[in-house]
């Protein structure tokens, strides 16, 4: 019987969710949350407990969690729910929407998301924990660090390379060959074709 836990009930979980339910790969699927007991449900997914249950709920058999809190500008709360679940021993597995394209010459590391009509291309690599949100598009050969969030409709032409903690804003264009630096902001509708130094925030014509 495969099991998971989502850790995290906002948003972005219900996104998940909505895969997760057009995957049916799990048997059974729980929530753990900050807001519990004041939050019992989300969508249609029970919330068994807060962060506090994760070492019970793995000796009750479940193997694997998937960070289900998303990010904007700060990757903090992801990256310490990442480092508090290895500890725990879970597997965190890599998930990816029906509807999505991955070439199967694209590398997904451990609790990446990519959502429903994104596109991974060819060769591309995308770090772990890192979100290639609903509609993004990363061409072959791009590189998306750790962390990193291409957010929605975004696209990173061919051969990009996005450190990790990186903000890809909605809808931004980075062209071909470009770098984005480590904890870089690309402002939602950017166009890049200059490269991106490390936490740069940047918006609008990036030139
Ligand atoms: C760029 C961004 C990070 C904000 O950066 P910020 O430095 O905090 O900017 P502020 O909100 O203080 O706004 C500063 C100015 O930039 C403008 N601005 C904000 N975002 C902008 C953007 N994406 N493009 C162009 N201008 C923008 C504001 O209107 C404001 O203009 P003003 O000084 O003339 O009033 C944010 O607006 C953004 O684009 N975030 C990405 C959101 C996103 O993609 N979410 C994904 C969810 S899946």
């Not at 590398?107 to 959502?115: D, N, P």
Request: overall charge positive; aromatic content about 4%; glycine content about 12%.
């Amino acid at each position: 019987m495969k099991k998971l836990i989502l850790v995290g009930g906002g948003g972005h979980c219900k996104s998940v969710i909505d895969t997760l339910r057009r995957m049916q790969q799990y048997d059974e699927i729980i929530i753990v949350d900050a807001a519990y007991p004041d939050c019992r449900n989300v969508l249609d997914v029970k919330v068994a407990g807060d962060d506090a249950a994760l070492p019970e709920l793995k000796k009750a058999g479940f193997a694997e969690a998937f960070v289900a809190v998303g990010s904007v500008k700060s990757t903090a709360v992801r990256r310490s729910l990442f480092l508090q679940l290895k500890e725990y021993g879970f597997t965190l597995p890599a998930i990816v929407d029906p509807l999505a394209c991955v070439s199967p010459y694209a590398k997904l590391a451990e609790g990446v998301f990519v959502a429903k009509r994104a596109v991974v291309n060819a060769d591309a690599k995308i770090g772990r924990m890192a979100i290639i949100n609903t509609g993004a598009i990363v061409e072959h050969d791009c590189v998306v660090g750790d962390f990193a969030h291409v957010a929605v409709g975004a696209v990173l032409c061919g051969g990009v390379s996005v450190g990790s903690d990186v903000l890809i804003g909605a809808g931004a264009t980075v062209i071909q060959g470009i770098g984005v630096g480590d904890g870089a902001v690309v402002g939602a509708g950017s166009t890049v074709v200059r490269s991106v130094s490390a936490r740069q925030n940047v918006k609008g014509l990036v030139k």
